[in-house]
């Protein structure tokens, strides 16, 4: 099982070797405005999406905002699963400059949280997974029916509200020393406005209308915010309760397979758990997963180096054969 000590060792070097704890965006606690803005991310999207049903029934949803909203669903989707987690997190592959700093900034546009603290949280998930220590995980609670409820909610979105925050310098140090990542972080919010501002603005100059840019906006920033923010948690709360098991973890994540084209091959997470710094998490035949295919054309175009493609005789040795039947699953996929 690879430790947070060994992706960080892993990770690429930065320019600067000067730590500075004071400089990401936020404490060691969560305030109160804080928890508003978060409320507030999460209330008007969700409200939004309610709303697209009885919109798109009465007038429609054009090609423009559909466009819109899947360009800017999978550019941020992407930028999460590729950038912050397989590479920032877990060091699945190392990547020029240039790549690297385009990782955390598509990343940014999910408007999931600053880089640093995202991968500080996932770093501490990791090394306390489904145990005590575990910032998310649904079995916070115990194993009852009411119990798992209460977690699975506490997984999905109520662990963004708890006070403590994750120490970032403690689990994040190497992003802490790189000034660009630094300050990309550092500018969440402003990549959170470039974010939803850019649906509206395209929208508005297509059609020359200011109809055209509310309606990107709508389907573009809040519609895709919401669908993103629900899939992404989805991995927290319902891979770590339901799914199969194919490998062995010392965890309960699961395989949803549902999940796997809207998550971009995140919803694969049994065999994440099983071998976290692998570069492909879809490894089985059937499994799709456009991140590692992504990271592929990256190494083809030589902007990704040094990739982790999980081999045959390592996919193998994970097998689960604890007899419940996914550990018979015989057929792994040619690495990406």
């Keep these: 099982m690879t430790?947070?000590?060994?992706?960080?060792?892993?990770?690429?070097?930065?320019?600067?070797?000067?730590?500075?704890?004071?400089?990401?965006?936020?404490?060691?606690?969560?305030?109160t405005v804080e928890q508003l803005a978060l409320l507030l991310f999460i209330v008007v999207p969700f409200l939004a999406l309610l709303a697209a049903v009885p919109l798109a029934w009465g007038w429609g949803v054009s090609w423009l905002d559909l466009g819109l909203l899947v360009f800017?669903?999978?550019l941020g989707c992407h930028g999460v699963t590729i950038g912050f987690h397989r590479y920032f997190t877990h060091g699945s592959f190392k990547a020029k400059r240039p790549l690297r700093i385009a990782l955390a900034i598509a990343g940014s546009l999910a408007v999931e949280g600053p880089l640093v603290r995202w991968v500080a949280d996932h770093r501490r998930h990791h090394k306390f997974s489904d145990a005590e220590g575990d910032p998310h995980s649904p079995w916070r609670f115990g194993e009852t029916l009411p119990a798992l409820m209460k977690g699975l909610w506490w997984a999905h979105i109520g662990w963004m509200f708890d006070e403590e925050r994750t120490p970032q310098e403690k689990y994040a140090p190497d992003l802490i020393r790189d000034g660009a990542i630094r300050a990309i972080s550092r500018q969440f919010l402003y990549w959170t406005m470039l974010s939803l501002a850019l649906p509206a603005v395209i929208g508005g100059l297509v059609t020359m209308s200011w109809w055209g840019a509310f309606t990107g906006f709508f389907w573009g920033s809040l519609v895709r915010v919401c669908l993103l923010h629900h899939v992404t948690w989805s991995i927290n709360s319902i891979c770590h309760a339901v799914g199969k098991r194919p490998f062995k973890s010392r965890d309960r994540s699961g395989n949803v397979w549902w999940l796997a084209v809207l998550s971009c091959g995140e919803s694969w997470h049994n065999l994440h758990h099983a071998d976290p710094t692998s570069a492909r998490h879809g490894v089985m035949r059937g499994q799709l997963d456009s991140s590692a295919r992504i990271i592929r054309w990256f190494e083809m175009l030589?902007?990704?180096?040094?990739?982790?493609?999980?081999?045959?005789?390592?996919?193998d040795s994970r097998r689960?054969?604890?007899g419940d039947g996914s550990g018979r699953q015989k057929e792994a996929a040619e690495a990406a």
């Design 3 to 31: 430790t947070r000590s060994d992706v960080i060792a892993d990770a690429p070097k930065p320019n600067d070797d000067t730590p500075h704890p004071a400089a990401t965006l936020g404490g060691e606690t969560k305030g």
């Design 320 to 322: 689960n054969n604890d």
């Design 302 to 315: 030589g902007w990704a180096y040094d990739v982790r493609w999980p081999s045959r005789s390592r996919i």
């Design 72 to 74: 800017f669903y999978f």
